[in-house]
């Protein structure tokens, strides 16, 4: 790891604890400000400024360290090769995680609930929203943890930093809870720090999370590997909406089911993520790393 890369995975890092703590200090102004035209819920005011400020963190060390370009964020690519490799990743990410939740059925462990389907507008709808998710989802992420973060250290000379520190921050901020609520009478100056606290409620009970920590860096790891391999982020994006849309339709059409005998596969964080999709995606892993080789 070279000094500059470590500097700059420091500044990447500071962007959230900085957004956090700004956030908790100006929520309670931003809710007085806006008052006269609606009375916003603290907590969402404090998520909005943490976002905000957590992206214009990362633009400015990108623009401070001359970084913030096209190739570097993964954007360099003519627009048709581009469009060629995400739908290339969409393909790929769509049957990965349909291998991924199959067995759960066949294993007990999810049944369908088509009654929700029915709810929902029908499959043609459900597909359609969860693929919708899955881009939008994917597009932020993917410019955020491989393409400007995993980018700018990959230029920086600090590419292994960048594949298996990334990967670890990108599973960590998606256990970060809802930031606590607090009634608009009893808002104070201070009142942004109780907000704060709420972010850090799904850490609570690690051992918990621990199963689902681990598949969450198996992924991470493995879209890193795509974008340290292409050299850009289209295959990256298309692979994490393939994951998403199929994540997002499962959650709608099916429910988890008690099952002793198999639930270590899934742990008990949210019925899917745990051991095995870990042990699917680490597979992956090491065989695009061979084939690397």
């Given at each position: 790891?070279?000094?500059?890369?470590?500097t700059?995975?420091l500044a990447?890092?500071?962007?959230?604890?900085?957004?956090?703590?700004?956030?908790?200090?100006?929520?309670?102004?931003?809710?007085?400000?806006?008052?006269?035209?609606?009375?916003?819920?603290?907590?969402?005011?404090?998520?909005?400024?943490?976002m905000l400020?957590?992206?214009?963190w990362?633009?400015?060390?990108?623009?401070r360290?001359?970084?913030?370009?096209?190739?570097?964020?993964?954007?360099?690519?003519?627009?048709?090769t581009?469009?060629?490799?995400?739908?290339?990743g969409?393909a790929?990410?769509?049957?990965?995680?349909?291998?991924?939740v199959?067995?759960?059925?066949?294993?007990?462990?999810?049944?369908?609930?088509?009654?929700?389907?029915?709810?929902?507008?029908g499959?043609?709808?459900?597909?359609?929203?969860?693929?919708?998710?899955?881009?939008?989802?994917a597009?932020?992420?993917?410019?955020?943890?491989?393409?400007?973060?995993?980018?700018?250290?990959?230029?920086?000379?600090?590419r292994?930093?960048?594949?298996?520190?990334?990967?670890?921050?990108?599973?960590?901020?998606?256990?970060?809870?809802?930031?606590?609520?607090?009634?608009?009478?009893?808002?104070?100056?201070?009142?942004?720090?109780?907000?704060?606290?709420?972010?850090?409620?799904?850490?609570?009970?690690?051992?918990?999370?621990?199963?689902a920590?681990?598949?969450?860096?198996?992924?991470?790891l493995?879209?890193?590997?795509?974008?340290?391999?292409?050299?850009?982020i289209?295959?990256?994006?298309g692979l994490h909406?393939?994951?998403?849309?199929?994540?997002?339709?499962?959650?709608?059409?099916?429910?988890?089911?008690d099952?002793?005998?198999?639930s270590?596969?899934?742990?008990d964080?949210?019925?899917?993520?745990?051991?095995?999709?870990?042990?699917?995606?680490?597979?992956?892993?090491?065989?695009?790393?061979?084939?690397?080789?």
């Amino acid at each position: 790891m070279t000094r500059r890369g470590g500097t700059l995975l420091l500044a990447f890092l500071l962007a959230l604890p900085v957004a956090m703590l700004l956030a908790a200090l100006l929520a309670p102004w931003a809710q007085k400000l806006l008052a006269p035209l609606a009375v916003f819920p603290l907590h969402r005011i404090f998520s909005r400024l943490t976002m905000l400020f957590a992206f214009g963190w990362i633009i400015l060390v990108m623009l401070r360290s001359g970084l913030a370009r096209r190739d570097v964020l993964g954007y360099g690519l003519p627009a048709r090769t581009f469009g060629v490799q995400l739908l290339a990743g969409l393909a790929a990410g769509l049957a990965l995680m349909a291998i991924a939740v199959a067995p759960l059925f066949a294993l007990g462990l999810r049944d369908w609930n088509l009654v929700r389907l029915e709810g929902s507008g029908g499959a043609v709808v459900v597909a359609l929203k969860g693929l919708g998710s899955g881009v939008l989802v994917a597009l932020i992420e993917e410019t955020f943890f491989r393409g400007a973060m995993q980018g700018a250290l990959e230029r920086r000379g600090a590419r292994r930093l960048g594949l298996l520190a990334i990967p670890a921050l990108y599973a960590a901020v998606h256990f970060l809870g809802r930031a606590a609520s607090v009634p608009y009478e009893g808002v104070t100056a201070l009142s942004g720090f109780t907000a704060l606290t709420g972010f850090f409620s799904g850490y609570a009970e690690p051992l918990r999370i621990a199963d689902a920590f681990l598949a969450l860096y198996c992924v991470g790891l493995l879209l890193a590997l795509v974008r340290s391999r292409l050299g850009n982020i289209a295959g990256c994006i298309g692979l994490h909406a393939g994951f998403v849309a199929v994540i997002a339709v499962f959650r709608k059409i099916s429910l988890p089911t008690d099952n002793p005998q198999w639930s270590f596969l899934v742990g008990d964080y949210d019925g899917l993520l745990g051991l095995w999709i870990a042990v699917l995606t680490a597979a992956c892993c090491l065989a695009l790393w061979l084939r690397r080789a």
